[in-house]
């Protein structure tokens, strides 16, 4: 039996272990379900993407090019072409491109993928180029991190009579859906600006203005799947947390009130 308890002249009955376990578990599984619409963003990309394979050769040349018109060739950035990787992964195959900040390196499939080297190039622009672009290419990852870590805040932290003052973390707990998504608007802003300084570049490589139009397509589309992400974080850590607010807060017990007539 769970004894009951006052406070401020009130009298609760506190959360038992099972609650807690039925909380997590319901909580546990309505964020997994929010979080497994995730590749439904990310499908529209994916199609696309890999219907470039087959005119790709109408991008690879002026990609190549772009790395001396951008002049990040000047700042150390290199290419490499993944096709002739020994080591079978998404980037030899086509399916992924990346910019790696620490070693200035793009990978990328160039016989299969160039329209997608441009927005890589545009993240390199962001962390050598430009301060606004470098701050959010630096929040990008700790961003990731504290959106994890308020998942953890939502599953873990055990809530507080309503009527109990309120503490710095008990507004983290109770906002930590929408810190979630905020931490990850960082990543978002920063992938809308590489593809944005992508199609600029691809521009001055003297592309084709209806090879830019697909192009930008492309890259809406792949926008797409990092806001779907930030949206469902968010959605996901929310839901947990109002469905263990809702298990683990001290029920407080109504006293009868006696009229006199």
Not at 120 to 130: I, P, Q, S
Request: net charge positive; aromatic share 12%.
């Amino acid at each position: 039996m769970v004894n009951s308890y006052y406070y401020n002249g009130n009298q609760y009955i506190p959360s038992s272990g099972g609650d807690w376990n039925k909380g997590y578990l319901i909580a546990g599984a309505v964020s997994a379900g929010i979080m497994g619409t995730l590749p439904l963003f990310g499908k529209p990309f994916e199609r696309q993407l890999a219907k470039e394979h087959t005119q790709n050769y109408l991008y690879k040349d002026a990609f190549l090019n772009s790395l001396k018109v951008s002049g990040l060739d000047r700042k150390g950035v290199r290419i490499i072409p993944m096709q002739y990787s020994k080591i079978p992964d998404s980037y030899s195959s086509g399916q992924n491109a990346a910019y790696f900040p620490k070693e200035k390196l793009v990978k990328i499939n160039t016989d299969k993928i160039s329209i997608a080297g441009f927005h890589e190039l545009g993240h390199a622009m962001n962390d050598l180029t430009g301060k606004f672009g470098k701050i959010l290419s630096k929040l990008r990852y700790p961003g990731i991190i504290a959106a994890g870590w308020m998942g953890t805040v939502a599953l873990f932290s055990r809530s507080k009579p309503k009527e109990a003052p309120r503490n710095g973390f008990d507004y983290v707990k109770d906002n930590c859906g929408k810190i979630a998504f905020a931490s990850l608007l960082p990543m978002v802003v920063e992938e809308g600006m590489a593809s944005y300084k992508g199609i600029k570049l691809a521009r001055k490589t003297g592309l084709a203005e209806p090879l830019i139009q697909n192009m930008k397509k492309l890259y809406k589309k792949a926008l797409l799947t990092y806001i779907g992400k930030a949206v469902a974080t968010g959605l996901a850590v929310g839901s947990a947390s109002m469905i263990m607010d809702k298990f683990t807060r001290p029920q407080k017990i109504e006293t009868p009130q006696y009229y006199l007539f």
